[in-house]
């Protein structure tokens, strides 16, 4: 007999959970469908061939890693211990848990190319596994829901996208900014300061501009190899402050003739002009020219919603244009674009600020009980009509516990509870008790399902 | 670059898979919430102490156990390896994936016990993972649906769930027998016999008559210490022919006195008298003595669904009445009665049938294409208006693709197609075309929209 817990970093969700998560979920998947993506799912356990190598070096180590079945030990001598764990792990561990959403589509695509209509648009709302370090707001089993568009590079799907996001949230009634940028636009400065070959370095020190300032931004230019020239003409672009048109100028005029830098230009330019046709307001897009976003493989435009109330600052959506990621898998020149929503943050942030509409866990409307067995058999009759009604509807289980029936409705959150009693069965009655309102009255079920409308 | 594959026994569902999954699901759901259900998720990771033990032996080596993250290895010795695989496995392993939805409700309870409210009625659709020989039919990973109520011995518990059974196969339109005993039943004969102490390999021996035929059955129940006495009275039980009334009556005169087999007789009829009430005739519902089910956990009312119609003759859907489930997590004398769907059987035995309703894949009803920008501006505005009225709808990517986008809808069975051009601008209207019908129309905005309804 153990005393038994749950596995670190995982969770339960209880009714009053669940009904929550469903209310995000619905809205995205709605919006989801709205804009014409199709549901995929792939499974949760993927050949470890699939998924290592690319998430990098640290992502490798947070894959979850799964024992072979049988014995996993046939092929192995006590002196290959000595290789260490690391390599040791695939003798005896050939799968892994999925590690995100995005490298899973990118074989089911690669896999399924003949047979798919491009320009193919999916969601997936699915789980994840990570074998981080637990802490608050970070679990090591997540939910994540991903909207991509693969196969056109027109800058249509980026608008799209972002009119998505700003969907969503009026939906959900969250205030959010969307700050944009596109790597062209970090491409075109290092390539006006003649760098273009610290392109890598660049993204990363400027995506920490945020977290360590300045200051530490510039030593870190510094030692990367950029001129003290370079690193005031950063700073000077940095500094600048203004709305969206005026940084998109202050861009212009800083990159001259450079191609890809105004290309960049152009693909925000473009986007937001979408996006207002699309008939979204632009207020909450900014521009941001910091903005690099972590993962190598965004090739174009990235972008990154953040809550614009309550004290969370962290991400609670992002994504980007990609150019190539089927190549791992054989399939190159797949261009697409992607978002990706931060459910469980979401969530976390509706919840902090009282932001869920009034969600009850009960799946019931109303609860019958009864004195007896004749009452008992006339509460079955009416919990099928009542459920053929469309209203969820249960039958309290033990006969003459009046008052106990009506702890549990109190207790479970049951608005109406129908008790039913000789006179009820004598008047073809239901004597119903709203339990907000605490009023009492004996209603014909055609009565009770008017007033419900 | 390597050729991807899915790990073996998983599956990827492609957009027209998921609808069909989902039609399912959604069906499932409905009723589940109609009952008064509530949904719960717990985790795909859980304790190996939460696993272990509860599947019997072969259970633990199907379990799908999870690498240590980390060294691993850094408490093993070389001289360990010796120890064998199922000694090490837990030395390098202290996680592994859900086997089945009941454990981890099991665990659910326990250690939620404080703040439930009893009964408890559950519900929960979620993968499990078993490290099965994958076949046809069979997968690693699939999901179960179960409905569970917990903390109520009364039979309105077990009449719901044949309810419950009855409305989700109702609304399926498939036509299904629903087998039902009680494991008092079975006791009641051993018991009759004198030989109650060979109760579980009589269960056992039992559930085979369909499998092995009665000559073997007997044979195995004189090895296992029955009479051929007994084997007479039990020949002569099971090859009685009759209705349920015929039946019950049959034993009844069987049992005399046995008070555990009057009691099993007691909770089928009352049973099947809560479910006529309920509102569903009794048919397709047929009492089986010979119906044992393999869980050893089940104490009370047992039950078995199978189509009746195609070729399928397994089990798709199951359960009964368990009186200590949550005793391994030291919660004795809560009692129990549950029904899981075997939903990818569900599927497997409408797509053989063609009992799927017209199940388009595609998320849009509307596909908007265009010749030139113009066109293109006017497109996204359109979209925008579509969305908000509930009309899910895409716009084409690329400019002046008409061609292009008319296969693209036709491949992706997208049932309306919206040209814009100059005209269709100046008039503010849309040329339409029905993709089925072959009809165009040039229509404005509200009159597609009334045309739809």
């Given at each position: 007999?153990?005393?038994?817990?749950?596995?670190?970093?995982?969770?339960?969700?209880?009714?009053?959970?669940m009904s929550k998560r469903k209310y995000v979920f619905n809205i995205i998947q709605k919006h989801f469908e709205e804009f014409g993506f199709q549901c995929i799912e792939t499974p949760a356990i993927e050949n470890l061939s699939v998924l290592t190598g690319k998430y990098g070096e640290e992502g490798d180590q947070l894959l979850f890693k799964i024992l072979n079945s049988g014995d996993f030990l046939k092929d192995i001598q006590a002196s290959d211990l000595e290789k260490g764990f690391k390599k040791i792990t695939f003798d005896i561990s050939e799968k892994g848990l999925r590690y995100d959403l995005t490298v899973p589509?990118?074989?089911?695509?690669?896999?399924?190319?003949?047979?798919?209509?491009?320009?193919?648009?999916?969601?997936?709302?699915?789980?994840?596994?990570?074998?981080?370090?637990?802490?608050?707001?970070r679990y090591r089993e997540f939910y994540q829901c991903d909207a991509d568009i693969v196969g056109s590079t027109s800058l249509i799907n980026e608008a799209e996208l972002i009119s998505l996001f700003q969907s969503i949230f009026k939906s959900l009634n969250l205030k959010v900014n969307l700050l944009i940028n596109s790597r062209k636009i970090l491409t075109g400065i290092v390539d006006k300061l003649n760098k273009l070959e610290l392109f890598t370095p660049f993204a990363v020190i400027l995506d920490k501009l945020d977290k360590i300032g300045w200051e530490k931004v510039s030593n870190e230019l510094l030692e990367a190899g950029f001129s003290q020239t370079d690193c005031n003409s950063i700073k000077d672009l940095i500094e600048f402050k203004g709305d969206n048109l005026a940084k998109l100028n202050k861009l212009k005029s800083f990159y001259g003739s450079n191609e890809i830098g105004l290309e960049g230009l152009n693909e925000i330019e473009t986007t937001l002009k979408f996006v207002e046709t699309n008939g979204?307001?632009?207020?909450?897009?900014?521009?941001?020219?910091?903005?690099?976003?972590?993962l190598s493989y965004y090739t174009g435009l990235i972008y990154e919603g953040k809550a614009d109330e309550g004290s969370f600052t962290s991400s609670i959506a992002g994504?980007?244009?990609?150019?190539?990621?089927?190549?791992?898998?054989?399939?190159?020149?797949?261009?697409?674009?992607?978002?990706?929503?931060?459910?469980?943050?979401?969530?976390?942030?509706?919840?902090?600020?009282?932001?869920?509409?009034?969600?009850?866990?009960s799946a019931s409307k109303i609860l019958l009980t009864y004195f007896d067995e004749a009452g008992q058999i006339e509460s079955l009759k009416y919990v099928n009509q009542f459920r053929k009604a469309g209203i969820s509807a249960e039958v309290y289980s033990e006969l003459g516990k009046i008052k106990k029936s009506?702890?549990?409705?109190?207790?479970?959150?049951?608005?109406?509870?129908?008790?039913?009693?000789d006179t009820e069965i004598a008047s073809q009655k239901i004597m119903i008790k709203d339990m907000k309102k605490g009023e009492q009255n004996l209603l014909s079920f055609d009565e009770f399902i008017d007033q419900l409308d």
């Open positions: 007999m153990s005393k038994p817990s749950n596995a670190r970093g995982t969770r339960d969700f209880g009714p009053l959970q589509f990118a074989r089911f695509v690669s896999m399924n190319r003949n047979d798919l209509v491009f320009p193919f648009k999916r969601y997936q709302m699915q789980p994840v596994w990570r074998a981080d370090k637990p802490q608050k707001g979204f307001k632009n207020q909450n897009i900014l521009f941001d020219f910091t903005l690099a976003r972590g994504g980007g244009r990609y150019d190539n990621l089927t190549a791992a898998f054989g399939m190159p020149n797949m261009s697409g674009v992607g978002i990706s929503f931060g459910i469980e943050r979401i969530i976390d942030v509706l919840d902090d600020l009282n932001k869920f509409p009034e969600i009850s866990s009506f702890e549990f409705a109190d207790k479970k959150q049951i608005p109406f509870v129908g008790v039913i009693g």
